[in-house]
T-cell receptor, first 112, second 114 residues
Framework: TQLLEQSPQFLSIQEGENLTVYCNSS?????LQWYRQEPGEGPVLLVT?????EVKKLKRLTFQFGDARKDSSLHITAAQPGDTGLYLC????????????FGQGTILTVHP | DSGVTQTPKHLITATGQRVTLRCSPR?????VYWYQQSLDQGLQFLIQ???????AKGNILERFSAQQFPDLHSELNLSSLELGDSALYFC?????????????FGQGTRLTVV
C-alpha cells in the first residue's frame, strides 16, 4: 500500500510569512499532484510534477518533486489570507490507472 | 465550477438505511472516481470506473457498490448505513487514466447518518 505523509498537519502564520509543506512516502510515484480545498468545495488541482528533481512555480507557490520521486514540497512565499485552506498532496502510482493516493492534508491559516 | 455535478449536496439518514449518491462527470470525461473524506481518515479512494467498466478498487466496504451507466454518469450506493459512514463523498472525473491525469472534483455530498 502506498502511503503519503504530510507535515505539518496544521500551520497558522501571519500574512507575509513564508512556509513549506512536506509530503513524504517510502514508495515511488509516477507523478505527484498538489490540490487546494476550501470548505464546502472539492479539491482543486494546483500542479502536477512528473520528473524527479522537477521544480514548478505558480506565482508565489513553488513545488518540488524529490529526485527519487518519493517526496515533494510546497513552498509559499509571502503568504496572504487568501492562501488559507487545506493543501493536499496526492500521488499517482505506476499502475494505478489514475487513482490518487492522498496525504492527510495541511490546514493552513494565514492571519491578516 | 469544475463541471462535475454531484447530487444531493446534503443527506441525512438513519442507521441501517440505504442511499444513492449521483455523479455527472465533465462532458467527455470517461473516468469517474469516488472518494470518501472524513476527519480521521482524510481522502480515501473508493472505486474507479472507466467507460462503464470498473477499473480500480480501493478500500470500499462490501456494503458499498457503484456503477457507471452508458451516459457516463455514476452512482454510489451505500447500504446498511452505520454512524461511521458519515463523511463527505466526492466524485471526480478525468479525461483519461494514467500518469499526470488531472482529476476534477465535484462539490461533494455530505452524508450524515444518525
Amino acid at each position: 500500500t502506498q502511503l503519503l505523509e504530510q507535515s505539518p498537519q496544521f500551520l497558522s502564520i501571519q500574512e507575509g510569512e513564508n512556509l513549506t509543506v512536506y509530503c513524504n512516502s517510502s514508495s515511488v510515484f509516477s507523478s505527484l499532484q498538489w490540490y487546494r480545498q476550501e470548505p464546502g468545495e472539492g479539491p482543486v488541482l494546483l500542479v502536477t510534477v512528473v520528473t524527479g528533481g522537477e521544480v514548478k512555480k505558480l506565482k508565489r507557490l513553488t513545488f518540488q518533486f524529490g529526485d527519487a520521486r518519493k517526496d515533494s514540497s510546497l513552498h509559499i512565499t509571502a503568504a496572504q489570507p487568501g492562501d488559507t485552506g487545506l493543501y493536499l498532496c496526492a500521488g499517482i502510482g505506476g499502475t494505478s490507472y489514475g487513482k490518487l493516493t492522498f496525504g492527510q492534508g495541511t490546514i493552513l491559516t494565514v492571519h491578516p | 465550477d469544475s463541471g462535475v455535478t454531484q447530487t444531493p449536496k446534503h443527506l441525512i439518514t438513519a442507521t441501517g438505511q440505504r442511499v444513492t449518491l449521483r455523479c455527472s462527470p465533465r462532458s467527455g470525461d470517461l473516468s469517474v472516481y469516488w472518494y470518501q473524506q472524513s476527519l480521521d481518515q482524510g481522502l480515501q479512494f473508493l472505486i474507479q470506473y472507466y467507460n462503464g467498466e470498473e477499473r480500480a478498487k480501493g478500500n470500499i466496504l462490501e456494503r458499498f457498490s457503484a456503477q457507471q451507466f452508458p451516459d457516463l454518469h455514476s452512482e454510489l450506493n451505500l447500504s446498511s448505513l452505520e454512524l461511521g459512514d458519515s463523511a463527505l463523498y466526492f466524485c471526480a472525473s478525468s479525461a483519461m487514466t494514467g500518469m499526470g491525469t488531472e482529476a476534477f472534483f465535484g462539490q461533494g455530498t455530505r452524508l450524515t447518518v444518525v
